[in-house]
């Protein structure tokens, strides 16, 4: 997937994207904080009532190095469901 098309620079642009194939638009403010809604005006309310609500995604920090081992739980062999005779 590529990423969205950023006509605009600048410190405080504020972006409303369509997601095609849905009626879900994700707005992100120039701070860093998403959010996705359906409705644009609870986006724009949301938009421009930062900093309240917004919270930038997380710094990723460093890259931690991958643990030796992952242990995954046993799986249970499915279920089947009773066929009626
Ligand atoms: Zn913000």
Do not use: F, K
């Amino acid at each position: 997937m590529t990423a969205p098309t950023s006509m605009l620079t600048g410190d405080r642009i504020y972006r409303i994207h369509w997601l095609p194939g849905t009626d879900t638009l994700r707005g992100r403010c120039h701070c860093g904080a998403e959010r996705t809604a359906e409705e644009p005006v609870e986006l724009w309310e949301w938009l421009l009532a930062h900093p309240d609500g917004h919270r930038p995604p997380p710094d990723p920090g460093p890259p931690t190095p991958p643990t030796s081992r992952t242990v995954l739980p046993p799986t249970a062999p499915p279920s089947r469901a009773a066929v009626p005779a």
